[in-house]
């Protein structure tokens, strides 16, 4: 695989300067993704609608027109998010019988305003349900690391297609681990924004008051150029003003959280909580109870959006795990969503309060590296894991608070392990900041695809 293709600026400045022509970006991506495959990472390649697109910018440049942020950089788009022209099959099979979206989601249409192209519909999870990339439809998404582990969901095939190097970054949404999960399996950086930072329009629901949609990236630049694009913002500030992430006052999340990770993964968040100036243990031994509200609120969101869906009619192209999940949802009374979301109002104010006391907070994205195909349980040191429940421990309680997050990765012998840059809302600039600085210290950094 192309693992070390140019960077998203980079692809951008050779279109600008005329060094190279958009379609020749454009046709290069499209030859990596055919050759990636066998990850079962692409569920359609857009190749009409992205010459087309390179095309227009290749005459923009021959024009002298101005050219955009993104001019010419190939990307993917997680097939959850609508791209005209194109069924958005969420990843069930039976949807590929609707009628083609009639536009972009905002936040493709946010990217392809900066001249980026999308070149792939990316594979994922059926409906965003699942943690592991394992869609009983489709088949699994493989990890380009080792193409016999899971990549991790929801979504999959953007990890894979970036940690793959068919393109510098792409798009995910995450609503308790969609993004963070994945990447830091696949070895990646990602991005999950404040909750209602941007536009879900185009975008399937999944539990609404949950979901977030944001960039997967192969460098923390890029991963920072990609959000400012979907912003409207002309330069990340990250990128330019990385600040002295020393000075930071880091909170590493302790009982609660990193206690239910392997000690690969503890050693890993410690090392890198080492590169900042002053760091201290934060416990939240009940951050069980987060979980819970964050699995109560989905499931009773999941199950109404579905039905508004026509659930009701359309269940019997549904898988049998799926099917199950929403018809849990359905069932669930409403008296339990109130009391989770009357937690969820007492938690994210908790944790807003433990800003008060440091900058951003450190925690595992996962409890462990990427586990093996279709295995229901994983042995640790001294616990078992069950990856589809499991995969979202760290990030579950998170998401219910609305933070920002990046996911940061850490590679190390054997596979990598991912960590979350944890900022108060709307202060993204500063988890990109932190990752762009420890990116530059070499703790945090793309994990090399082995050749298929």
């Not at 999950?192 to 629901?205: A, D, F, K, M, W």
Request: aromatic residues 6%; charged residues 15%; neutral net charge.
């Amino acid at each position: 695989m192309a693992a070390d293709i140019l960077s998203a600026a980079a692809m951008a400045a050779q279109v600008r300067n005329g060094e190279r022509p958009a379609t020749a970006l454009v046709r290069d991506a499209l030859l990596r993704a055919e050759a990636a495959a066998p990850l079962n990472a692409c569920s359609a390649l857009l190749a009409h609608s992205a010459l087309a697109q390179a095309a227009a910018l290749d005459r923009r440049r021959a024009g002298r027109q101005p050219m955009p942020l993104l001019a010419g950089v190939p990307f993917v788009v997680k097939n959850l998010l609508d791209v005209r022209g194109h069924a958005t099959l969420a990843g069930a099979e039976p949807r590929a019988q609707d009628p083609p979206a009639t536009r972009h989601a905002d936040a493709v249409e946010a990217l392809v305003a900066a001249g980026a192209v999308p070149v792939a519909l990316a594979a994922m999870d059926e409906y965003a349900c699942g943690a592991t990339g394992e869609n009983v439809i489709g088949g699994p998404v493989r990890n380009p690391l080792d193409p016999s582990r899971i990549t991790g969901g929801s979504s999959a095939g953007t990890a894979a297609l970036v940690a793959a190097g068919v393109v510098p970054f792409g798009l995910g949404s995450d609503t308790n681990g969609s993004i963070r999960a994945p990447a830091a399996f696949c070895g990646i950086w990602g991005l999950r924004p404040t909750t209602g930072r941007l536009s879900l329009r185009g975008c399937v629901p999944y539990a609404q008051s949950l979901d977030t949609v944001g960039p997967m990236a192969g460098s923390a630049a890029d991963l920072a150029l990609a959000y400012a694009a979907m912003l409207g913002v002309d330069a990340p500030e990250a990128a330019q003003h990385p600040g002295r992430p020393t000075t930071l006052r880091v909170g590493v999340l302790g009982r609660g959280f990193a206690d239910f990770a392997e000690p690969a993964v503890q050693s890993s968040v410690l090392r890198v909580a080492s590169a900042f100036g002053a760091v201290r243990t934060i416990d939240l031994p009940d951050a069980d109870a987060a979980r819970n509200a964050a699995s109560v609120i989905s499931a009773y969101e999941v199950g109404r959006n579905h039905r508004a869906m026509d659930f009701s009619t359309r269940h019997g192209g549904y898988s049998a795990f799926v099917r199950q999940r929403i018809l849990a949802g359905l069932a669930m009374p409403r008296d339990w969503y109130d009391i989770a979301c009357r937690y969820q109002s007492s938690w994210r104010q908790r944790l807003l309060a433990l800003f008060d006391e440091v900058d951003l907070l450190l925690a595992p994205s996962t409890p462990y590296a990427a586990t093996p195909i279709g295995a229901d349980v994983v042995e640790g040191v001294g616990r078992t894991y069950r990856p589809r429940a499991d995969a979202g421990h760290m990030t579950r309680p998170l998401s219910l608070a609305g933070l920002p997050v990046v996911a940061a990765p850490c590679v190390g012998e054997g596979l990598p392990v991912g960590i979350q840059i944890v900022a108060p809302p709307w202060r993204e600039s500063l988890a990109l900041a932190a990752g762009h600085f420890l990116e530059a210290q070499g703790l945090c950094s793309k994990a090399v695809p082995r050749s298929l």
